[in-house]
Structure formats: structure tokens, C-alpha cells
């Protein structure tokens, strides 16, 4: 019954789709479902390593069905959207970070520049960042997920930061870690974002859940959207919950990622990351 209560499905990736290179099992089979009964079905991630177009190849690859990248909001598609639509930037970015946030500011027309490239892939030394020159086009440190982070990614963004008059920090998502295969969690872009925070004295201005940013997005791209019956699905109360709470929709909260049965046990101080619905799977949904 509740399911027929609601007509778009926001479903968050990691820790509810999959797990790393693992699926959850029975997740196809409810996305599926839930498209053959006409429901709306969204997905969006706070992972910024691939752009929209490389996240459909990765749901298929998971046998879950996507009709085309409309259906994803990325944090990595957030980032340019963001700089392009709200800041109308029109410097250069640097990047520290994977492809999918260079390609959607490419999508979108704006330059950029990994931090992986400026530094030759390799650490530096403290004498030779200090003799460093800055790129004076560069205004914005775009910081995601980098599974390739060292000092000398920091110290650039730094550098640049006390260089470049009016340089910022944005962030993709502010995540400590991510839920990956066999019940393991790995540090997320939230660390490394951290480390940059610190490094340059300056906080980012974040655009991944559960900032409002996505979300707005998903509204303007569908302006009839009714959100008193859409759902947020997701594994986290400070991100998911509180992303679908704050935008209006109701929300799911499934245990297969980060939060635990446990954690449930304990109070929930903020009732904006307090869930509508909790069940153990994506697989239950129709149980």
C-alpha cells in the first residue's frame, strides 16, 4: 500500500544499490518493479568519480534499468552546475579529485585543470611546492572523491588560495567514508575536503547532500514533481535522510550501508535526519 502512496523513487547508490563492486541483492528486481508500475525513478549520488553518462553505464552494469542520464543527479554534475548556473564562473578549476567532475565541467563549458597533472603525478617536496607558480586563471578548488590524495594536493589548493584574489573552495560532498565490499568502510571525499579545509583556512561551500542544491535541481528539471508523494531511499540520516526531509519528499531509510540497526537503538537528536520508514533492504520494499 505505502508504495502506491508514492510516485517518484529518489534512491541514493552506494550502500543502497550496491556495495563497492557488490550488488544488493534483490535491488534490480524493485527498480525494475517500480518502473513497469510508471513510477518516477531518480538517482542521485554524492560520488563525484564519474560524470552521468559513465554512472548509466555503471546502474546497467549492475542489471538495474535507467532509461538515460536524465535520471541522474550527481555530485560531480552538481559541482559545474552549480559554477555555471549560480557563481557564472568563467576562470579556470582546479580539480582535485577524479574524471567525472572534470567531464561535467567540460559538459558545461568550463575549463579545468587536475591537481594530478599540475603536480607531474608526483609528491613534491616543501622546497620545490614553495617555488611552485601558481596557475593565476585558476579560481575555484573543486575537491571530490580522490583515491590518489597526497600533501602536495593540499599545499597546491593552498598556494593557490593565498595567490589568486577571490579563489574558493567547493566541495562535492562532504562524506567521511563510503560503505564498501564485505562490510568495510573506506574514507570518503569528506576527508580530503577536511585536509584542504584546514590547509587553506577557508570552508567549502558544499553542493552534495544534503544541501539543497540536488534537490532544487531535481525540482526545476521537473517542475510537477508533487513531493508529497516522492521518496527519498538512502542509507545515511546526515546526508539521505536530511536531504529528502529538507527538500519536502518523504523518506526511506535501508540498512544496508551505513547506518546499522544499532545506531538506531540511540536517539536521533536532529528530527531533520529522522526517517519516515526504515526497512533492512531495497528488496524489501514490496514486502
Given at each position: 500500500?505505502?508504495?502506491?502512496?508514492?510516485?517518484?523513487?529518489i534512491?541514493?547508490?552506494?550502500?543502497?544499490?550496491?556495495?563497492?563492486?557488490?550488488k544488493?541483492?534483490?535491488?534490480?528486481?524493485?527498480?525494475k518493479?517500480?518502473?513497469?508500475?510508471?513510477?518516477?525513478v531518480?538517482?542521485v549520488?554524492?560520488?563525484?568519480?564519474?560524470?552521468?553518462?559513465?554512472y548509466?553505464?555503471?546502474?546497467?552494469k549492475?542489471?538495474?534499468?535507467?532509461k538515460?542520464?536524465?535520471?541522474?543527479?550527481?555530485?560531480?554534475?552538481a559541482?559545474?552546475?552549480?559554477?555555471?548556473h549560480?557563481?557564472?564562473?568563467?576562470?579556470k578549476?582546479?580539480?582535485?579529485?577524479?574524471?567525472?567532475?572534470?567531464?561535467?565541467?567540460k559538459?558545461?563549458?568550463?575549463?579545468?585543470?587536475?591537481?594530478g597533472?599540475?603536480?607531474?603525478n608526483?609528491?613534491?617536496?616543501?622546497?620545490?611546492?614553495?617555488?611552485?607558480?601558481?596557475?593565476?586563471?585558476?579560481?575555484?578548488?573543486?575537491?571530490?572523491?580522490?583515491?590518489?590524495?597526497?600533501?602536495s594536493?593540499?599545499?597546491?589548493?593552498?598556494?593557490?588560495?593565498?595567490k589568486?584574489?577571490g579563489?574558493?573552495?567547493?566541495?562535492?560532498?562532504?562524506?567521511?567514508?563510503?560503505?564498501?565490499?564485505?562490510g568495510m568502510?573506506?574514507?570518503?571525499a569528506?576527508?580530503?575536503?577536511?585536509?584542504?579545509?584546514?590547509?587553506?583556512?577557508?570552508?567549502?561551500?558544499?553542493?552534495?547532500?544534503?544541501?539543497?542544491?540536488?534537490?532544487?535541481?531535481?525540482?526545476?528539471?521537473?517542475?510537477?514533481?508533487?513531493?508529497?508523494?516522492?521518496?527519498?531511499v538512502?542509507?545515511?540520516?546526515?546526508?539521505?535522510?536530511?536531504?529528502?526531509?529538507?527538500?519536502?519528499?518523504?523518506?526511506?531509510?535501508?540498512?544496508?550501508?551505513?547506518?546499522?540497526?544499532e545506531?538506531l537503538?540511540?536517539?536521533?537528536?536532529?528530527?531533520?535526519?529522522?526517517p519516515?520508514?526504515?526497512i533492512?533492504?531495497?528488496?524489501?520494499?514490496?514486502?
Amino acid at each position: 500500500k505505502r508504495v502506491e502512496d508514492y510516485d517518484t523513487f529518489i534512491f541514493d547508490c552506494d550502500g543502497v544499490l550496491w556495495r563497492g563492486a557488490d550488488k544488493i541483492p534483490g535491488a534490480s528486481d524493485t527498480v525494475k518493479k517500480l518502473m513497469d508500475m510508471g513510477k518516477n525513478v531518480y538517482f542521485v549520488t554524492n560520488n563525484s568519480t564519474k560524470s552521468r553518462k559513465q554512472y548509466v553505464s555503471k546502474i546497467q552494469k549492475h542489471a538495474i534499468p535507467i532509461k538515460d542520464s536524465t535520471q541522474i543527479l550527481s555530485s560531480a554534475f552538481a559541482a559545474a552546475s552549480y559554477l555555471k548556473h549560480v557563481r557564472k564562473f568563467e576562470k579556470k578549476a582546479l580539480v582535485i579529485g577524479h574524471e567525472g567532475i572534470e567531464l561535467e565541467l567540460k559538459e558545461h563549458g568550463i575549463e579545468s585543470v587536475s591537481a594530478g597533472a599540475m603536480l607531474q603525478n608526483k609528491q613534491w617536496t616543501i622546497p620545490e611546492l614553495l617555488k611552485f607558480k601558481v596557475d593565476p586563471d585558476v579560481g575555484v578548488v573543486v575537491v571530490g572523491m580522490d583515491l590518489e590524495f597526497t600533501y602536495s594536493k593540499s599545499a597546491l589548493a593552498a598556494l593557490h588560495m593565498q595567490k589568486n584574489k577571490g579563489c574558493f573552495l567547493l566541495s562535492t560532498n562532504q562524506d567521511y567514508t563510503f560503505p564498501s565490499e564485505g562490510g568495510m568502510f573506506l574514507p570518503g571525499a569528506g576527508a580530503a575536503v577536511a585536509h584542504v579545509e584546514a590547509a587553506c583556512e577557508m570552508k567549502a561551500v558544499n553542493v552534495g547532500k544534503p544541501e539543497s542544491f540536488m534537490f532544487n535541481a531535481l525540482k526545476t528539471m521537473n517542475p510537477g514533481i508533487d513531493l508529497k508523494r516522492a521518496i527519498m531511499v538512502g542509507d545515511r540520516l546526515n546526508t539521505d535522510m536530511r536531504f529528502g526531509n529538507q527538500g519536502g519528499a518523504s523518506t526511506l531509510l535501508v540498512l544496508t550501508g551505513v547506518t546499522s540497526e544499532e545506531r538506531l537503538k540511540e536517539p536521533i537528536e536532529n528530527e531533520k535526519e529522522r526517517p519516515s520508514f526504515v526497512i533492512k533492504s531495497v528488496a524489501d520494499l514490496f514486502k
